[in-house]
């Protein structure tokens, strides 16, 4: 079969026809024009063996081969298709893909060029960090010791203003190392079993504090359909929360703030649309404003909140958090009345709704809630609507609970603070379960209302499964006085003197660091000797060992790292070492971790913290079998 040569002549790729041997028997018009070659000359792109290989392979072979050919002194790129026609002739069909390859490597230059941009720019912000927390733990650190002192009322007003100050601006660098992670592309989401109720829990109380001192109620509400357990980044999730409805607190003056968990229509019992909503009642945002909000360092211009602390970048971390969750954080918000920042997102369910407690088994007499707090109300009768009470009466004053006790003997009551100040003697003969809500502030006024006919009490923020527990049977009995305040290991370590003197090695080239972490050793009663780099606190351990060595990370000479590896080759294997360090990035705790430390201590630390990682690595038999924490 001859080729069409006439149509060959009229396509733009080039065509060329070789004998086996690869002699040029035709040179179609484009490839004439390029003047590659011409009939009759040798032309063979491919070696004889791969000609042959495709001589055999007649017409299916997809092989392609790209040449070089010189055109009026400019290098072109062709790539060849070589096929074997029926009659044994090869047929090469070729394209220019000079530019095609240029603009390939050009683009990989370019992505080359972004990630060496980004990691160049992280690099410099890892170093900014450090060098940055380095004297701010002398700050926040010799603060603390200062305020520990005797000092006159300005004395310690100054010294606390250092002190907050240092706080600030350590939250400042902070939120930018984890906006540059994010923007960097360094934000990845892990996925483990959690409770989502722990998970709001936790959040309530970590911000009750502020939102006591500041007179307003914080509390969660989850519906009863969403399962136990969920699988997702519950470590995100909570900064995320945190953030919303720490911005709640922040921007609220009177009312409250709501983390509230539902389900979405549109999901699957595996995979549930749950939808997450933080709420406030506070002074709210404008239309116009709600754009800007979401934008780096964002913040509204208003002048009643010139003077709140914050960065404005907040809102934008947590927006990307979302966003890598596949949604998107909306808000809906009236100035003056408050704000709803909610988002839906579907997380897988580790355990199905099946396994909640069913509702029936829940709770049966019917509820008066007397709280002259809008929010406090309406939170209650969602929180008591989830655990099975069917009928829950809203009391705004004393009087209408009176109304409402008279009406329903059999009622409980809850009965928040004022309400019971003002009249809750009377109040509390009249229900068989009289319960008084207390602020964490507020226990010490709880035998009086025991005095007064409160049987039992609830201390805000409440949780579900307390209220569920005081509303059923199980609560009828006196539950007594509320335990003291559980005091957090730091606060045990602050206020105890340590149980058992400790020889302590610190490797610290900071002169300014190394006197105060001496100083908080020393006045905990410890004994500590100081190496000024990782070479020394070697020499030092090899004439006398230590019960535990504190580590810097970077050091003249030898850093951290090294000193750590000689240590454990120079056969002290089981002496716990901990990392103490201006480094926060994840991969330098691995890097620790790895070079055979312990755990884990970032700059700027707590003393308590610093005393209780001392105590929880010395305190046991075996500390390597402990699990690794760290501060951050
Ligand atoms: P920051 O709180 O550190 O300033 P964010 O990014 O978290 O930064 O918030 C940006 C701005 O959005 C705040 O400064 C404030 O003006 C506004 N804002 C955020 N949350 C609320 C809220 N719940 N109520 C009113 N304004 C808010």
Redesign the pocket.
Known sequence: MTPPFAVLDRIALLAILTDPQGRVVYVNAAAKALGAVGEGDRFSPISQPEAMRIVKSIGTSTDRFTTAVEVETRPRLIEWTPSCLPDGTLLYTGQDVTQDRRAYAMMKELARLAADTSDAKMRFLATMSHEMRTPLNGILGMAGLLLDTHLDSPQRTYAEAVRESGMALLALINDILDYSKIEAGWLELEEQSFDPTALFQSVTELLSPRAANKGIEIASYIAPDVPRRLRGDEGRLRQVLL?LAG??V??TEKGGVSLELRLAPGGTPEKPHLHFEVR?T????SAADIDK?FKEF???DDSR?RNHE???????IAQRIVSAMGSKIKVQSTPGAG?IFHFTTALPAAQPPSANIPLAAKVSLPVVVATDNDFLRRMLSLQLEAVGVETVLLAATAQEAHAHLKQMPTAALLCDLPIAADDGARLAKTSPLAIVLLSPLARGRLEAFKRAGFSGYLIKPIRQTSLLERLSGASLSDPGLPPPPRLDAREVSRLAPAVRKLRVLLAEDNQINSVLATAILKRAGHHVDVASNGKEAVEMFALAPYDIVLMDMRMPEMDGLEATRALRQGGHGEVPIIALTANAMSMDREACLQAGMNDFLSKPFDPGDLLAMLERWTASPSPQAQEVTSNR
Request: proline fraction near 0%.
């Open positions: 953030n911005n709640g922040k921007f406030d506070g002074v709210g945002i909000i964002g913040q509204v909140l914050g960065t404005g970048l907040g809102l934008t704000s």
